[in-house]
């Protein structure tokens, strides 16, 4: 599976264009799932208005409204109650998951709870991350992100990827987001840890992660 982990989506021409480049076909032609499973967890976004933005393709985080071929709705907390013949054959058909921010420990914990996690790695669709969507890829988030808290506890998250995603680096709204915060947590992660701002993503194609950025970010090896 290939990934395209962003802090604020699809928001810049070199993102664009890494995300056109993973695609086997022009976005135009591909079918897309949203999930805004994460959103629900978090209480600055969901449930609400900022939900039915980010389905509508209403929001000022360019994902859903990239002009896809046709968008559909995937609610990861829904999927246990629904017979997996009915969902499954429709993700493995799927061009592209676009994965909202929110909550990563509530968006882990049920993509494993519904078996999306044991199916991604399956997959054949690009996937995009968006901030808590993109985090929820990494072994951990660090306490610094723990809000909701999952029933086992602890801050571990998917383990899809070998490293962690400090997103929204200097952010102006975020005033704890800074440099000085991201060494902090990322001292206290077990591998490589990035910091990105939202300006910039990470690309994983065949277990190779690649920086994709117009702005500023900082890897931090162990």
């Known amino acids: 599976m290939k990934l395209l982990l962003t802090a604020a989506g699809v928001n810049n ?20 799932l949203c999930i805004p499973t994460a959103m629900y967890g978090h209480p600055w976004v ?3 208005v900022r939900t039915w933005e980010f389905i509508s ?8 409204n990239l002009g896809w071929k046709s968008v559909g709705v995937l609610e990861l907390t829904a999927l246990p109650s629904i017979n997996r013949e ?7 058909e799927t061009d592209v998951l676009l994965v909202s921010g929110g909550d990563a420990l509530y968006l882990s914990h049920w993509m494993k709870q519904s078996g ?48 962690s995603i400090f997103p929204h680096l200097e952010h102006e709204m975020l005033p704890h987001n800074t440099m000085a915060a991201a060494e902090k947590w990322a001292a206290e992660m077990q591998g ?7 300006q910039t993503a990470i690309k994983v194609v065949g277990g190779e992660a690649e920086v994709i950025s117009e702005g500023q970010w900082r890897l931090f090896s162990k």
């Open 192 to 198: 490589p840890a990035y910091a990105i701002d939202d």
């Open 57 to 64: 393709g209403n929001s000022e985080n360019p994902m859903v």
């Open 116 to 163: 999306m996690a044991a199916l991604l790695p399956s997959l054949k669709a690009v996937y995009v991350g968006m901030s808590a969507g993109s985090m929820v890829m990494a072994p951990r988030i660090g306490e610094f992100f723990v809000g909701w808290t999952p029933p086992s506890g602890g801050d571990e998250a998917m383990n899809l990827v070998d490293f």
């Open 13 to 32: 021409k070199s993102i664009h264009e890494a995300l056109v480049d993973m695609l086997d076909k022009p976005i135009a032609e591909c079918n897309a």
């Open 86 to 92: 009915r969902w499954v054959p429709l993700v493995q």
């Open 46 to 48: 969901g449930p609400g």
